[in-house]
């Protein structure tokens, strides 16, 4: 059954009072982990409170990114692998990898869904409370080797944010000769669909700023590296280049 907030409360009998925000908080992340689970993929919670990119990323937006949106790929990614076990038993990676052999009935529902199921996985990660400053460790080294200076890779990165017309994603990948390189895909495409491995991504849908800040997407671009959590773009980095 669906734990939701009436029921939890009918099930242990106790009145709001005695609630402690904890209980409210957990009460809701088992609902938003039944939503996505009925099915091989399971919507991963976010490794942080809801709140805690503020000021840059507020509650609400996060609220709502994680748990209506993520929450719907991760269903309907469910749905339509629910026919094919052959697919159910592979990671969502490897399915958008092999994109060639998903059956064209659902291939349509894969490429949005499972993009965008992928898409926020890696999302979510690479953003911390903790993030912000400079690069540090491999991909510091790497990063001025490809742009010639962390700078020079910003504002190539916000430009791939700020052309995307409509909606899709700014990347930092390692394209298939492990070069790194920025650009931009449409939707929820993911780089792994073209041979490459992304490093990191910002999602310019509308649905990640709007709330916040409008329409200005250029500076949701610039105040989005504050959260940048290097620590794990690093191990991003050094996963694919092994
Ligand atoms: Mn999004």
Redesign the pocket.
């Known amino acids: 059954m669906v734990l939701n907030r009436r029921n939890f409360l009918l099930l242990t009998g106790v009145g709001i009072g005695t609630l402690t925000l904890g209980t409210f908080a957990k009460s809701t992340l088992a609902q938003s982990l039944n939503d996505g689970s009925e099915g091989p993929f399971e919507l991963p919670p976010l490794p942080y409170d809801y709140n805690a990119l503020e000021p840059y990323i507020d509650e609400e937006t996060m609220r709502f990114?994680h748990d209506k949106?993520?929450a719907g790929y991760t269903k309907n990614l469910n749905k339509a692998v629910s026919q094919y076990p052959e697919l159910a038993n592979k990671s969502a990676e490897d399915i958008l990898r092999n994109f060639d052999s998903v059956p064209a009935d659902i291939s349509t529902t894969v490429r949005n869904n499972g993009g965008?199921y992928v898409?926020?996985k890696m999302?979510w990660e690479i953003m911390s409370p903790d993030g912000g400053g400079e690069p540090t460790g491999a991909i510091a080294t790497a990063i001025v080797d490809a742009f010639g200076s962390f700078e020079a890779f910003k504002e190539q990165f916000n430009q791939a944010g700020s052309q995307q017309f409509g909606s899709g994603w700014a990347w930092l990948v390692l394209d298939n000769n492990k070069q790194l390189k920025v650009m931009g895909t449409a939707n929820?495409d993911s780089p792994l669909m073209q041979g490459m491995y992304p490093i990191m991504g910002n999602?310019v849908?509308e649905?990640?700023y709007y709330l916040n800040y409008r329409n200005a997407r250029g500076e949701y671009l610039k105040q989005w590296w504050n959260v940048v959590n290097w620590t794990q773009v690093n191990k991003r980095y050094q996963q694919a280049m092994a």
């Open positions: 990114h949106h993520h965008g898409n926020h999302f929820q999602d849908w649905h990640a």
